[in-house]
Protein backbone atom coordinates (compact mmCIF):
# COMPACT_ATOMS: atom_id res chain seq x y z
CA UNK A 1 0.00 0.00 0.00
CA UNK A 2 2.53 2.21 0.74
CA UNK A 3 5.16 1.30 -2.42
CA UNK A 4 1.64 2.16 -3.93
CA UNK A 5 0.70 5.28 -2.75
CA UNK A 6 4.29 6.41 -3.56
CA UNK A 7 4.09 5.76 -7.10
CA UNK A 8 0.39 7.58 -7.36
CA UNK A 9 2.42 10.48 -6.38
CA UNK A 10 5.27 10.45 -8.34
CA UNK A 11 2.05 9.98 -11.43
CA UNK A 12 1.03 13.03 -10.35
CA UNK A 13 4.07 15.16 -9.73
CA UNK A 14 5.57 13.95 -13.11
CA UNK A 15 2.38 14.47 -14.74
CA UNK A 16 1.92 18.02 -13.54
CA UNK A 17 5.44 18.77 -14.49
CA UNK A 18 4.92 17.50 -18.03
CA UNK A 19 1.57 19.91 -18.50
CA UNK A 20 3.66 22.69 -17.01
CA UNK A 21 6.62 22.64 -19.15
CA UNK A 22 4.00 22.08 -22.05
CA UNK A 23 2.12 25.13 -20.68
CA UNK A 24 5.51 27.25 -20.68
CA UNK A 25 6.25 25.95 -24.16
CA UNK A 26 2.46 26.48 -25.28
CA UNK A 27 2.96 30.77 -23.78
CA UNK A 28 6.71 31.01 -25.67
CA UNK A 29 5.29 29.73 -28.85
CA UNK A 30 1.94 32.03 -29.23
CA UNK A 31 3.76 35.20 -27.77
CA UNK A 32 7.20 34.32 -30.03
CA UNK A 33 5.94 32.86 -32.93
CA UNK A 34 2.22 33.20 -33.41
CA UNK A 35 1.74 36.84 -31.91
CA UNK A 36 5.40 38.71 -33.01
CA UNK A 37 5.85 39.16 -29.02
CA UNK A 38 2.95 40.30 -27.86
CA UNK A 39 1.32 38.45 -24.85
CA UNK A 40 -2.47 36.98 -25.59
CA UNK A 41 -4.22 37.18 -22.37
CA UNK A 42 -6.92 35.29 -24.09
CA UNK A 43 -4.64 31.94 -23.58
CA UNK A 44 -3.87 32.89 -19.83
CA UNK A 45 -3.55 29.41 -17.76
CA UNK A 46 -6.64 29.56 -16.01
CA UNK A 47 -9.31 27.23 -18.07
CA UNK A 48 -11.37 24.98 -16.54
CA UNK A 49 -8.94 22.20 -18.58
CA UNK A 50 -6.13 23.94 -17.21
CA UNK A 51 -6.90 23.78 -13.22
CA UNK A 52 -5.73 19.81 -13.60
CA UNK A 53 -2.12 20.92 -13.97
CA UNK A 54 -2.02 22.73 -10.65
CA UNK A 55 -3.78 19.92 -9.04
CA UNK A 56 -1.30 17.32 -9.90
CA UNK A 57 1.57 20.01 -8.71
CA UNK A 58 -0.24 20.07 -5.49
CA UNK A 59 -1.74 16.82 -4.67
CA UNK A 60 1.66 15.11 -3.80
CA UNK A 61 2.29 17.26 -0.99
CA UNK A 62 -1.29 17.31 0.61
CA UNK A 63 -1.62 15.33 3.71
CA UNK A 64 -5.01 15.97 4.11
CA UNK A 65 -7.19 13.12 3.18
CA UNK A 66 -10.57 15.42 2.66
CA UNK A 67 -8.39 17.38 0.19
CA UNK A 68 -6.88 14.68 -1.47
CA UNK A 69 -10.41 13.62 -2.15
CA UNK A 70 -11.87 16.90 -3.49
CA UNK A 71 -9.13 16.76 -5.69
CA UNK A 72 -9.15 13.19 -7.07
CA UNK A 73 -12.97 13.98 -7.67
CA UNK A 74 -12.68 16.91 -9.19
CA UNK A 75 -9.95 14.84 -11.78
CA UNK A 76 -12.27 12.14 -12.75
CA UNK A 77 -15.54 14.62 -12.54
CA UNK A 78 -15.00 18.01 -13.60
CA UNK A 79 -11.27 17.34 -15.24
CA UNK A 80 -12.47 14.55 -16.98
CA UNK A 81 -15.77 16.30 -18.28
CA UNK A 82 -13.58 19.15 -19.87
CA UNK A 83 -11.63 16.91 -21.66
CA UNK A 84 -14.57 15.02 -23.32
CA UNK A 85 -16.63 17.92 -24.00
CA UNK A 86 -13.90 19.80 -25.88
CA UNK A 87 -14.47 17.25 -28.69
CA UNK A 88 -17.87 17.70 -29.12
CA UNK A 89 -16.33 21.34 -30.91
CA UNK A 90 -12.65 21.36 -31.58
CA UNK A 91 -12.79 24.96 -33.15
CA UNK A 92 -10.92 25.79 -30.54
CA UNK A 93 -7.89 23.45 -30.40
CA UNK A 94 -6.74 24.74 -33.73
CA UNK A 95 -4.20 27.16 -34.27
CA UNK A 96 -2.47 28.54 -36.87
CA UNK A 97 0.69 27.35 -35.64
CA UNK A 98 0.35 23.28 -36.04
CA UNK A 99 2.61 22.28 -32.81
CA UNK A 100 0.04 23.96 -31.13
CA UNK A 101 -3.04 22.22 -32.41
CA UNK A 102 -0.77 18.90 -31.44
CA UNK A 103 -0.54 19.59 -28.22
CA UNK A 104 -4.29 21.36 -27.59
CA UNK A 105 -5.76 17.58 -28.75
CA UNK A 106 -2.80 15.76 -26.99
CA UNK A 107 -3.28 17.75 -23.60
CA UNK A 108 -7.84 17.30 -23.68
CA UNK A 109 -6.70 13.48 -24.02
CA UNK A 110 -4.81 13.63 -21.18
CA UNK A 111 -7.27 14.84 -19.14
CA UNK A 112 -9.55 12.00 -19.70
CA UNK A 113 -7.08 9.77 -19.28
CA UNK A 114 -6.08 11.13 -15.58
CA UNK A 115 -9.90 11.32 -15.46
CA UNK A 116 -9.79 7.41 -15.84
CA UNK A 117 -6.91 7.24 -13.62
CA UNK A 118 -8.03 9.18 -10.82
CA UNK A 119 -11.77 7.29 -10.62
CA UNK A 120 -9.79 3.82 -10.88
CA UNK A 121 -8.27 4.52 -7.01
CA UNK A 122 -9.57 2.00 -4.61
CA UNK A 123 -8.78 4.53 -1.86
CA UNK A 124 -11.21 7.07 -3.37
CA UNK A 125 -14.39 8.21 -1.34
CA UNK A 126 -17.05 8.48 -3.85
CA UNK A 127 -19.25 10.17 -1.12
CA UNK A 128 -21.63 13.02 -2.20
CA UNK A 129 -20.16 14.81 0.41
CA UNK A 130 -16.81 15.13 -1.34
CA UNK A 131 -18.40 15.65 -4.83
CA UNK A 132 -19.71 18.46 -2.98
CA UNK A 133 -16.30 19.60 -2.40
CA UNK A 134 -14.94 19.19 -5.89
CA UNK A 135 -18.45 21.84 -6.89
CA UNK A 136 -17.09 24.09 -3.95
CA UNK A 137 -13.52 24.19 -5.45
CA UNK A 138 -15.18 24.99 -9.10
CA UNK A 139 -17.35 27.61 -7.54
CA UNK A 140 -14.32 29.00 -6.00
CA UNK A 141 -12.13 28.19 -9.48
CA UNK A 142 -14.97 30.19 -11.32
CA UNK A 143 -14.88 33.14 -8.75
CA UNK A 144 -10.84 33.27 -9.65
CA UNK A 145 -11.74 33.24 -13.38
CA UNK A 146 -13.83 36.35 -12.97
CA UNK A 147 -11.65 38.08 -10.78
CA UNK A 148 -9.03 37.49 -13.58
CA UNK A 149 -11.49 38.20 -16.36
CA UNK A 150 -12.34 41.93 -14.51
CA UNK A 151 -8.82 42.63 -13.33
CA UNK A 152 -7.14 41.83 -16.66
CA UNK A 153 -9.72 43.26 -19.25
CA UNK A 154 -7.94 46.68 -19.78
CA UNK A 155 -4.95 44.72 -21.09
CA UNK A 156 -6.48 42.70 -23.50
CA UNK A 157 -9.58 40.18 -25.10
CA UNK A 158 -8.95 37.68 -21.82
CA UNK A 159 -11.83 35.23 -20.49
CA UNK A 160 -11.26 32.47 -18.33
CA UNK A 161 -13.63 29.97 -17.92
CA UNK A 162 -15.43 31.49 -20.76
CA UNK A 163 -17.63 33.45 -18.20
CA UNK A 164 -16.27 36.71 -18.97
CA UNK A 165 -18.98 38.91 -18.76
CA UNK A 166 -17.60 41.77 -21.30
CA UNK A 167 -18.18 39.10 -24.31
CA UNK A 168 -20.73 37.46 -25.28
CA UNK A 169 -21.26 33.64 -24.90
CA UNK A 170 -19.90 31.71 -27.58
CA UNK A 171 -19.80 28.02 -26.19
CA UNK A 172 -22.18 25.96 -28.36
CA UNK A 173 -26.14 25.87 -26.92
CA UNK A 174 -25.39 28.49 -24.44
CA UNK A 175 -24.52 30.81 -26.78
CA UNK A 176 -28.14 30.36 -28.01
CA UNK A 177 -29.46 30.52 -24.17
CA UNK A 178 -27.67 33.79 -23.97
CA UNK A 179 -28.92 35.05 -27.00
CA UNK A 180 -32.88 34.90 -25.28
CA UNK A 181 -32.58 35.03 -21.91
CA UNK A 182 -28.99 37.76 -21.90
CA UNK A 183 -25.60 36.79 -21.25
CA UNK A 184 -25.92 36.50 -17.10
CA UNK A 185 -28.72 33.34 -17.45
CA UNK A 186 -26.47 31.95 -19.84
CA UNK A 187 -23.65 32.47 -17.82
CA UNK A 188 -25.42 30.78 -14.61
CA UNK A 189 -26.44 28.31 -16.85
CA UNK A 190 -22.89 26.74 -18.84
CA UNK A 191 -21.51 26.98 -14.76
CA UNK A 192 -24.89 24.86 -13.66
CA UNK A 193 -24.38 22.63 -16.52
CA UNK A 194 -20.85 21.72 -16.04
CA UNK A 195 -22.02 21.00 -12.60
CA UNK A 196 -24.64 19.31 -13.58
CA UNK A 197 -22.47 17.49 -16.04
CA UNK A 198 -19.97 16.14 -13.43
CA UNK A 199 -22.35 14.64 -11.31
CA UNK A 200 -23.28 12.60 -13.80
CA UNK A 201 -19.87 11.30 -14.68
CA UNK A 202 -19.84 11.54 -10.30
CA UNK A 203 -23.00 8.69 -10.84
CA UNK A 204 -20.52 6.47 -13.14
CA UNK A 205 -17.64 6.29 -11.07
CA UNK A 206 -20.21 5.34 -7.91
CA UNK A 207 -21.67 2.77 -9.74
CA UNK A 208 -18.30 1.34 -10.94
CA UNK A 209 -17.36 1.30 -7.32
CA UNK A 210 -20.07 -0.42 -5.99
CA UNK A 211 -19.65 -3.28 -8.80
CA UNK A 212 -16.17 -3.44 -8.13
CA UNK A 213 -16.76 -3.98 -4.47
CA UNK A 214 -19.38 -6.50 -5.05
CA UNK A 215 -17.07 -8.44 -7.12
CA UNK A 216 -14.29 -8.03 -4.24
CA UNK A 217 -16.70 -9.53 -1.79
CA UNK A 218 -17.88 -12.42 -3.95
CA UNK A 219 -14.08 -13.28 -4.51
CA UNK A 220 -13.17 -13.35 -0.82
Excluded at 66 to 87: E, W
Excluded at 199 to 215: A, D, E, T, Y
Amino acid sequence: MWKQKVKQKKFFFYSGLLMLLSEIWKQWSLTYLVNGGTYDWWYFPFQLCSIPMYICLLLPWITSFRLQNVFLIFLMDFGMLGGIFTFFDTSGLHYPYFPLTVHSFVWHVFLIFLGIYSGSRKEVDRSWKFFAGSVLFFLLCCLTATLFNLLFHSFGKINMFYINPYYSMAQIVFCRIAEVLGNGIGILVYIGSIIVGAGILHVFWRNLGRKSRMRSSAHS
